[in-house]
């Protein structure tokens, strides 16, 4: 009776040593993060631009109230079930709390596979192909890798005359500039 019994009062102690089990994954620590999202714009036409007007369009500006989304891992893929909501605020910062590891942040319009069906050549614009629209889907648009060291870090979108990066990805504008 006493074998059984002394090896059970150090039991407790031989598993308060144990921090984990073979096969369960480890458990990361929560790290702050902060993210600023700025806009940025080309000049899109009309009387040549003055050197403070083009200045203006090429000095980032905050990308206020927008929703983002993030997703454990490299690339997009529907086999990630986890996805964080996270928005930007007036100085379009995102402030979240993050596990360590690797995120692709997505536009609102990358969460699901986009509709293939409504990307269309036209007169003013040329479809690249649904190609260009998988790999645009399953880049995201940033990998941000969480950690110790990278608790602010700092993005720019940039816009294109008559394009839209966001909702009509892999549509190249064809049509008439302005006078």
């Known amino acids: 009776m006493k074998r059984i019994i002394i090896p059970l009062l150090f039991l407790p102690f031989i598993l308060a040593f144990v921090k984990q089990k073979p096969g369960q994954p480890a458990k990361s620590k929560a790290y702050q993060?902060?993210?600023?999202?700025?806009?940025?714009?080309?000049?899109?036409?009309g009387p040549p631009p003055s050197h403070e007007m083009i200045?203006?369009?090429?000095?980032?500006?905050?990308?206020?109230n927008q929703?983002?989304?993030l997703r454990p891992g490299n690339k997009n893929s529907l086999n990630y079930k986890e996805l964080i909501k996270v928005k930007t605020d007036s100085t379009g910062t995102i402030r979240t709390k993050l596990k360590s590891g690797n995120y692709v942040l997505l536009?609102?319009?990358?969460?699901?596979?986009?509709?293939?069906?409504?990307?269309?050549?036209?007169?003013?614009y040329e479809f690249s192909g649904i190609?260009?629209?998988?790999?645009?889907?399953?880049?995201?648009?940033?990998v941000i890798t969480v950690g110790a060291k990278n608790a602010n870090l700092s993005f720019n979108l940039h816009f294109p005359c008559f394009t839209d990066p966001i909702n009509g990805p892999c549509m190249e504008y064809r049509g008439p500039y302005p006078p």
């Open 131 to 142: 190609e260009c629209l998988n790999t645009w889907w399953s880049k995201g648009w940033q």
């Open 55 to 64: 200045q203006e369009l090429n000095t980032p500006k905050a990308y206020a």
């Open 33 to 45: 993060v902060k993210i600023r999202i700025t806009q940025t714009s080309n000049y899109c036409g």
């Open 107 to 124: 536009f609102a319009s990358q969460v699901n596979k986009p509709d293939t069906s409504i990307f269309k050549s036209n007169n003013n």
């Open 67 to 69: 929703t983002f989304y």
